[in-house]
């Protein structure tokens, strides 16, 4: 397999046999892809902690640390 196959494998979290039919592209072009997974994933998890932190504001003050340490620990 590919430097760039093995990246967007652990990318992915998948082996690097399941995305094999990708190897017909470039390393370059398989690194701008991961790049931009990555990106996804980074701005999908920002996304997901400002809601997160919206949501909490619709609990009680008094009850947000237990709710906040229910829903992921203390952040």
């Known amino acids: 397999m590919s430097e760039g196959i093995d990246r967007l494998a652990a990318t ?5 046999t ?11 072009q398989l690194g701008r892809f ?3 997974l990555r990106d996804a994933m980074r ?7 400002a809601s997160l932190d919206e949501a909490l504001k619709l609990v ?3 009850l947000r ?5 229910m829903l992921g620990g203390a952040r």
Do not use: S
């Not at 992915?12 to 690097?16: F, H, N, Q, S």
């Not at 701005?43 to 902690?49: I, Q, S, V």
């Open 12 to 16: 992915l979290g998948v082996p690097a």
């Open 43 to 49: 701005a999908e998890d920002e996304a997901f902690e």
């Open 18 to 28: 399941r995305i094999a039919p990708l190897e017909a592209y470039d390393d370059q």
């Open 34 to 36: 991961d790049d931009l």
């Open 65 to 69: 640390g237990v709710v906040q340490k």
């Open 60 to 62: 009680p003050k008094m």
